[in-house]
């Protein structure tokens, strides 16, 4: 797995490349914890690139998610793969995050039109 | 078409590492359908981690794993000797809705049996047997099956 970073209006752009497993989510981990550390307050996940998701990448998202809880901004997901979107489904996640189809809608959802 | 194969694999994160790529190559070689392969590529990370994490008690020991393809299905199965566990029996995760009251404990062997059609648990000669189906025909379209 890769990350790339970007950032767009006071946003920052997460995009992890490859396959998020028990292997690779330390890493991703680390990055979005680093993010969360430097004060960061909103932050999209961009899962264009994301071959699949395991529950290890999972519980990366659940406990950035309630980092970023309680403060203003928060956390967008978007470009979901196939696989990624049938992964957050099975395991009940869809419900419990705000997601968008596109990395501008995503984007525009944190900043507002 | 049948094919099948076995690696054997350290009780390690590089060994997770290894019987993925095995997985992989198997599923190039044989035509494996996208969906399939997808499914069984996370539900090997999360077999196989959790028995690196939990299995061993910090000793050193093999994972067998065995791809086995027919034209209805795939199957894998996973054997150690490590300790008797079987984790069907584990405690399922809450499906509470909120955020908050959300934690991930059981997490990974939740999504197995959901990723699946069918997953079964043994404790044969001293050894976890751990067998994961999922049925091909509902696809039909890998490059065998179409004539």
Not at chain 1, 59 to 87: D, I, N, S
Not at chain 1, 101 to 112: H, K, W
Not at chain 2, 71 to 89: K, M, W
Request: one cysteine or more; hydrophobic letters at 45%.
């Amino acid at each position: 797995m890769q990350i790339t970073e970007q950032r767009d209006r006071g946003v920052v752009v997460v995009a992890p490349v490859g396959r998020i497993d028990s292997t690779t989510s330390a890493a991703l981990e680390g990055h979005v914890q680093a993010l969360v550390r430097a004060g960061e307050r909103r932050i999209v996940v961009d899962f264009a690139g994301t071959d699949y998701i395991s529950s290890a990448g999972l519980r990366v998202m659940l406990v950035l998610a309630k980092g970023l809880r309680g403060g203003p901004g928060g956390l967008v997901f978007c470009a979901m793969t196939e696989p990624v979107r049938q992964v957050f489904d099975l395991a009940g996640f869809l419900p419990l995050f705000v997601i968008e189809p596109s990395r501008d809608a995503a984007i525009a959802r944190l900043v507002g039109p | 078409m049948g094919a099948r194969e076995t690696v054997s694999v350290s009780g390690s994160s590089g060994g997770v590492r290894r019987a993925t790529e095995a997985f992989e190559h198997f599923s190039d070689t044989h035509a494996v359908p996208t969906q399939a392969r997808w499914r069984f590529l996370v539900a090997l990370d999360e077999v196989l981690s959790n028995i690196v994490r939990h299995g061993f008690d910090g000793l050193r020991g093999t994972i067998d794993v065995t791809f086995a393809l027919d034209e209805r299905e795939l199957t894998v199965r996973v054997e150690d000797a490590a300790t008797r566990f079987n984790p069907l029996l584990a405690p399922t995760p809450d499906r509470a809705v909120s955020l908050e009251e959300r934690s991930p404990g059981g997490l990974g062997i939740a999504l197995v049996q959901a990723l699946m059609d069918g997953v079964h648990y043994e404790w044969r000669d001293g050894r976890n047997v751990l067998t994961l189906k999922w049925r091909l025909d509902r696809e039909g379209t890998t490059s065998h099956a179409d004539h």
